[in-house]
């Protein structure tokens, strides 16, 4: 929660310079860097979300209780870094739905042995990649900085441009 905060921060501070027009489109002084690590830690706080909740639950824990606690744990990680990133919530929770489908896969009691569980896993995780891998591309996009200072930089020349803007620029 406090990267998320952190993150939060941040990017108000960059859509504060966005809105105020101090951002040139990462031309000049007005580029200031920071807004590339921003979005590094963003993507490190979704890769977090899911291995804090596992390493905080303690391992004699049944596995009924273990793993209801590490999906709440997780998806309510991901739901603080969505509404502070402004993240897309479907992709972010693609890989969240990923895991419960693979409980669900290993938890049938269909197999006669260890084999065909294991086939059905893998199975299960080449059906899924693709969209794992969707979900990725959508986060990074959305993650992308210079998507990010050039939005804003429309933004900002989208208005009727007065001589201010362009003294700025």
């Known amino acids: 929660m406090i990267i998320s905060l952190f993150i939060g921060r941040r990017m108000r501070q960059q ?3 966005l809105q105020s027009g101090k951002m040139c489109g990462g031309r000049g002084s007005c580029a200031d860097g920071t807004l590339p690590l921003v979005c590094l830690m963003r993507f490190v706080a979704l890769i977090v979300s899911f291995i804090l909740p596992a390493m ?6 049944h596995p009924l209780m273990g793993w209801p606690l ?3 744990g997780s998806m309510s990680l991901l739901f603080v870094i969505i509404s502070m990133s402004n ?3 479907l ?3 693609t890989p969240w739905f990923g895991i419960v489908g693979a409980l669900l896969v290993m938890a049938l009691p269909v197999y006669r042995n260890g084999i065909l569980r294991a086939l059905a896993i893998g199975s299960y995780a080449f059906a899924v990649s693709p969209f794992l891998w969707w979900a990725f591309k959508e986060i990074l996009r959305s993650m992308s900085w210079k998507e990010t200072i050039y939005r804003g930089w429309t933004t900002v020349r989208s208005e009727s441009p007065s001589s201010q803007t362009t003294k700025m620029c």
Do not use: A, D, G
């Open 87 to 89: 993240l897309p919530v």
């Open 15 to 17: 859509n504060e310079k």
């Open 70 to 72: 590490e999906l709440l």
């Open 91 to 93: 992709p972010v929770l």
């Open 56 to 61: 905080l639950i303690p391992r004699t824990v």
